[in-house]
């Protein structure tokens, strides 16, 4: 074994010893660093001949970015939608890497069970029966991938053509249909080779980010029988709008559709009675989407996808043909279900979470992020400074600046650079039926009134600093 290994190998108590000390440091100072922050470190070219060993580079790494890294797991990120890492989340994780099993097949490990139960958990949480089957990707845009595969396979048998076997041109277009897809959706498409034209943006409910049904149904019908998808959204970016999903399910009654839910964090309202009745209807869904690393708080990256035509699913993503693959088991190995061959035993820091804190902890982390934002949007709403675009749904704030509308653009890029240098929080820009505007979005488990105190002072304080 080369030196270097050799000598990690019976040092590896201390470099386990000492990552745990930069783990501690790192996480007991979260909520002092800068929650996000613009840097560059310079970086080293040359890849020397000769290693340090794990504890020198744990050196340099600290040396060179720690100062660098920001603090979004921490309780004053409401970037994008990002979830921070609970403890049992933590701990998930750190096993995952050590025990470092690949859940591709099945019957060599006890692996693919955690994973099995772990889906069904979610399931349970999520309000999503027992017809679905369930794997973990590594993100909302891979299951919504995975969904849209399925669904393109499904609308090609409805047409008498195997897709995974013919190719997409046998049948040609796809139509999909939805009101506000979010972005990831066309990337998706794209990398189908479906094409990212092949979405049909359809008019939304008056003031609304939800679809408008009545146009939802002309668009179906003028397909004329022919089999489309309908991409529907729980849960949208700007104003976490969520589409009638009982009324979507009705219609499939009369038309032939492939019906997609991208409920990628939106389907975190499953878990509070409050907000349970925004997800009414998600079991008409064909394929699910949603995010583990946004509200369940797990370390990115991790995502469910739910189907519940796992024959179709198995077109799709059948590795066929290698018999050194092959493991007598009981269900199908994973390896014959989603985009990778070889996973990262990525179901277990949900298991873990699941087990650590269950229904209760997570109704309590959806409810409280929920009502730190509508307390964040009355604050806004009351402010002279800032203006709420949007009512508060669910768990993100939509709100603009006041300036005339050709400059809002710039002015809200200014704010928030001198916001995210003033390091008490972190803000994205986003855009509200054409008008530019700020988001707010609350999802970490550590976020506490204290943090909405500091978060208003912060807005409050650079708006007036940057009005000077
Ligand atoms: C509604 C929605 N769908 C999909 C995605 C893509 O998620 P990911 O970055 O995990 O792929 C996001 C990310 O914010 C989202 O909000």
């Known amino acids: 074994m080369?030196?270097?290994?050799?000598?990690?190998?019976?040092?590896?108590?201390?470099?386990?010893?000492?990552?745990?000390?930069?783990s501690l440091a790192f996480l007991a100072n979260l909520s002092d660093r800068p929650a996000g922050l613009r840097t560059a470190p310079p970086i080293e070219d040359h890849l020397a001949e000769e290693g340090v060993g794990s504890l020198a580079a744990l050196s340099s790494f600290q040396e060179q970015f720690s100062a660098g890294l920001s603090g979004s797991p921490g309780p004053?990120?409401?970037?994008?939608?990002?979830?921070?890492?609970?403890?049992?989340?933590?701990?998930?994780?750190?096993?995952?890497?050590?025990i470092d099993q690949n859940v591709a097949s099945a019957g060599d490990s006890s692996a693919?069970?955690?994973?099995?139960?772990?889906?069904?958990?979610?399931?349970?949480?999520?309000?999503?029966?027992?017809t679905y089957s369930g794997t973990f990707v590594s993100g909302a845009t891979m299951s919504s991938f995975t969904g849209l595969a399925i669904g393109r396979q499904w609308v090609g048998q409805e047409l008498g053509v195997d897709i995974g076997h013919e190719g997409l041109a046998a049948i040609g277009l796809i139509p999909v249909l939805s009101g506000c897809a979010h972005s990831s959706v066309f990337k998706a498409l794209s990398m189908l080779g479906m094409g990212r034209s092949s979405v049909q943006r359809l008019p939304l409910q008056e003031g609304r980010e939800a679809v408008d049904l009545a146009a939802l149904r002309k668009a179906l019908a003028a397909q004329k029988g022919r089999p489309c998808i309908v991409v529907a959204n729980s849960g949208t970016v700007n104003s976490v709008d969520f589409d009638d999903?009982?009324?979507?399910?009705?219609?499939?009654?009369?038309?032939?559709?492939?019906?997609?839910?991208?409920?990628?964090?939106?389907?975190?309202?499953?878990?509070?009675?409050?907000?349970?009745?925004?997800?009414?209807?998600?079991?008409?869904a064909d394929s699910i989407t949603?995010?583990?690393?946004?509200?369940?708080?797990?370390?990115?990256?991790?995502?469910?996808?739910?189907?519940?035509?796992?024959?179709?699913?198995?077109?799709?993503?059948?590795?066929?043909?290698?018999?050194?693959?092959?493991?007598?088991a009981a269900e199908v190995p994973f390896v014959h279900l989603t985009p990778e061959n070889s996973r990262r035993f990525r179901a277990l820091p949900t298991w873990f979470s699941l087990k650590a804190y269950g229904r209760a902890g997570f109704r309590d982390l959806v409810e409280r992020n929920v009502t730190l934002a509508k307390q964040l949007g009355d604050w806004i709403d009351r402010s002279t400074h800032f203006t709420l675009l949007s009512p508060v749904h669910f768990n993100v704030v939509c709100f603009t600046l006041d300036a005339p509308q050709h400059e809002l653009a710039a002015r809200i890029n200014q704010f928030l650079s001198a916001l995210t240098h003033d390091g008490r929080v972190f803000l994205t820009p986003s855009e509200w039926k054409g008008t530019p505007c700020i988001r707010a979005a609350f999802s970490n488990w550590q976020t506490q009134e204290s943090d909405l105190f500091i978060i208003q002072q912060a807005l409050q304080e650079v708006m007036l600093s940057y009005q000077q």
């Not at 890492?85 to 050590?98: E, F, K, Q, R, Y």
Request: aromatic share 12%.
């Open 76 to 98: 004053r990120y409401l970037g994008f939608v990002t979830g921070g890492s609970t403890p049992a989340g933590i701990a998930g994780d750190w096993l995952t890497s050590v």
């Open 245 to 284: 999903l009982q009324a979507i399910g009705q219609l499939k009654k009369e038309f032939p559709f492939w019906l997609h839910v991208d409920a990628a964090f939106g389907g975190f309202a499953a878990c509070s009675p409050q907000y349970a009745h925004f997800m009414e209807g998600i079991n008409a």
């Open 2 to 22: 080369e030196q270097q290994l050799l000598r990690d190998k019976t040092q590896t108590p201390v470099i386990l010893e000492e990552t745990l000390k930069e």
């Open 290 to 328: 949603i995010d583990l690393h946004k509200m369940l708080n797990v370390p990115y990256d991790s995502a469910i996808q739910l189907t519940r035509h796992s024959e179709l699913q198995q077109a799709v993503f059948q590795n066929s043909g290698a018999r050194y693959l092959e493991v007598d």
């Open 112 to 130: 693919s069970q955690v994973e099995y139960q772990a889906v069904n958990w979610l399931k349970a949480l999520f309000g999503i029966d027992d």
